[in-house]
């Protein structure tokens, strides 16, 4: 970190009135929640995901703003961080995304299951029949016994709690570089392109192994089944457009908390392509429902009229908080709290405050972003909103 960051974590933090698209707005910054791996429930682990809400986050937030009981929504709420820590503190998680993936990792996260239920279901699961379907397209990442393990297993695995717990395990480990992983070597966070997969094992002189999927969903559901889980049955999730979330009673929720989509630095669709083969989905009938653009003024109308629905369902005096981070769009570095708070303005938010959390780069995030150097974030940049 830059020595003046370090500085101001030194001090305790720094608060002071700037200037943001012409408005006064108090601006916090320091080290408010410590981001490291592992941290935190062991379901949140259950998936690698790329751009993912830190649990610390939401975490802090809903306990500084939110009582026992109350109604937390996440409009953007991808693999659930928020909707998971609002039922884990005593509120009532509400989830909404477009994309089938969070929600169908979410749906893990929900009862607790229990490991001799996990054994025994993969004892139900009938292997025997020999699967070589489109194998041709997945000869370079699975081993052709893997592939047809993971064909009968999709086919068996119904919509319950331990078969949704298998499902979602079956997702983190599809791909990674390791043992543990089902495929040839590759990264575990993101799905590469079949070529690159395909040249990256050429290139290690490997060739994908038998990599029996049994033995390892039951290691992966005991590291992740460590933490038990509060159940909330009152929590809701919802494959719906944040903009039109009208499911939702105008004034019912206590508190927003959310991260929307990165302005075109994370690829969701086809950093994921394995997963939504796994599920059964279309991934380019997926992309044209996903909001993925480049174009600013097509990204800030889209934030925009989320955040006019932000406004219709949140109560009056309650608040919302949007967190974003630093990109580099077309050469020039954006900070993404000067879009959020002139659109607070538009869409009827009072702005209370900016909160600027430091952190490093995750390395992956510094591996992968497709704005080179600065298309990560290294910041945290949260937009504390409330509607009078």
Same mark, same amino acid.
């Given at each position: 970190?830059q020595?003046?960051?370090?500085?101001?974590?030194?001090?305790?933090?720094?608060?002071?009135?700037?200037?943001?698209?012409?408005?006064?707005?108090?601006?916090?910054?320091?080290? &408010?929640?410590?981001?490291?791996?592992?941290?935190?429930?062991?379901?949140?682990?259950?998936?690698?995901?790329?751009?993912?809400?830190?649990?610390?986050?939401?975490?802090?937030?809903?306990?500084?703003?939110?009582?026992?009981?109350?109604?937390?929504?996440?409009? &953007?709420?991808?693999?659930?961080?928020?909707?998971?820590?609002?039922?884990?503190?005593?509120?009532?998680?509400?989830?909404?995304?477009?994309?089938?993936?969070?929600?169908?990792?979410?749906?893990?996260?929900?009862?607790?299951?229990k490991?001799?239920?996990?054994?025994?279901?993969?004892?139900?699961?009938?292997?025997?029949?020999e699967?070589?379907?489109?194998?041709?397209?997945?000869?370079?990442?699975?081993?052709?016994?893997?592939y047809?393990?993971?064909?009968?297993?999709?086919?068996?695995?119904?919509?319950?709690?331990?078969?949704?717990?298998?499902?979602?395990?079956?997702?983190?480990?599809?791909?990674?570089?390791?043992?543990?992983f089902?495929?040839?070597?590759?990264?575990?966070?993101?799905?590469?392109?079949?070529?690159?997969?395909?040249n990256?094992?050429e290139?290690?002189?490997?060739?994908?192994?038998?990599?029996?999927?049994?033995?390892?969903?039951?290691?992966?559901?005991?590291?992740?089944?460590?933490?038990s889980?509060?159940?909330?049955?009152?929590?809701?999730?919802?494959?719906?457009?944040?903009?039109?979330?009208?499911?939702?009673?105008?004034?019912?929720?206590?508190?927003?908390?959310?991260?929307?989509?990165?302005?075109?630095?994370?690829?969701?669709?086809?950093?994921?392509?394995?997963?939504?083969?796994?599920?059964?989905?279309?991934?380019?009938?997926?992309?044209?429902?996903?909001i993925?653009?480049?174009?600013?003024?097509?990204?800030?109308?889209?934030?925009?009229?989320?955040?006019?629905?932000?406004?219709?369902?949140?109560?009056?005096?309650?608040n919302?908080?949007?967190?974003?981070?630093?990109?580099?769009?077309?050469?020039?570095?954006?900070?993404?709290?000067?879009?959020?708070?002139?659109?607070?303005?538009?869409?009827?938010?009072?702005?209370?405050?900016?909160?600027?959390?430091?952190?490093?780069?995750?390395?992956?995030?510094?591996?992968?972003?497709?704005?080179?150097?600065?298309?990560?974030?290294?910041?945290?940049?949260?937009?504390?909103?409330k509607?009078?």
């Amino acid at each position: 970190m830059q020595k003046t960051i370090l500085d101001i974590i030194e001090r305790g933090g720094k608060s002071e009135y700037e200037t943001i698209a012409g408005k006064q707005v108090l601006v916090e910054r320091g080290q &408010f929640w410590i981001q490291k791996q592992r941290q935190g429930h062991s379901m949140h682990y259950i998936v690698p995901y790329q751009a993912c809400f830190a649990p610390q986050i939401p975490k802090f937030f809903i306990e500084k703003y939110s009582k026992q009981g109350d109604v937390v929504l996440d409009p &953007f709420c991808g693999r659930c961080t928020t909707v998971f820590e609002a039922n884990q503190l005593g509120r009532i998680g509400f989830g909404v995304d477009v994309s089938p993936l969070g929600l169908e990792i979410a749906k893990a996260k929900r009862e607790n299951v229990k490991l001799i239920e996990v054994i025994n279901r993969l004892k139900e699961i009938d292997f025997s029949k020999e699967r070589k379907e489109d194998y041709e397209e997945f000869k370079n990442i699975y081993h052709p016994k893997t592939y047809s393990q993971l064909l009968n297993i999709r086919s068996q695995l119904k919509d319950t709690p331990v078969d949704n717990l298998i499902q979602a395990i079956i997702l983190g480990r599809l791909h990674g570089h390791s043992d543990a992983f089902f495929s040839v070597w590759t990264f575990n966070v993101i799905s590469l392109a079949k070529d690159r997969i395909k040249n990256q094992a050429e290139k290690r002189g490997i060739k994908p192994e038998f990599r029996d999927i049994v033995p390892r969903i039951i290691k992966k559901a005991k590291e992740v089944m460590s933490d038990s889980i509060i159940e909330q049955p009152k929590s809701r999730l919802w494959r719906a457009d944040s903009r039109k979330m009208g499911f939702i009673d105008s004034n019912s929720v206590d508190l927003i908390v959310t991260s929307p989509p990165f302005l075109n630095v994370v690829n969701y669709i086809d950093d994921n392509w394995l997963r939504f083969w796994f599920l059964g989905f279309d991934k380019e009938k997926l992309r044209k429902k996903l909001i993925q653009t480049d174009n600013l003024a097509e990204y800030t109308e889209f934030v925009k009229d989320s955040m006019k629905e932000m406004y219709r369902v949140l109560k009056h005096n309650k608040n919302c908080i949007i967190e974003v981070g630093d990109i580099k769009h077309k050469s020039k570095k954006l900070y993404m709290d000067h879009l959020i708070v002139p659109l607070a303005e538009q869409t009827g938010f009072e702005v209370e405050k900016v909160m600027v959390n430091y952190m490093e780069a995750p390395k992956i995030s510094r591996a992968f972003s497709r704005k080179g150097k600065y298309g990560g974030t290294k910041t945290n940049r949260c937009v504390v909103m409330k509607k009078l």
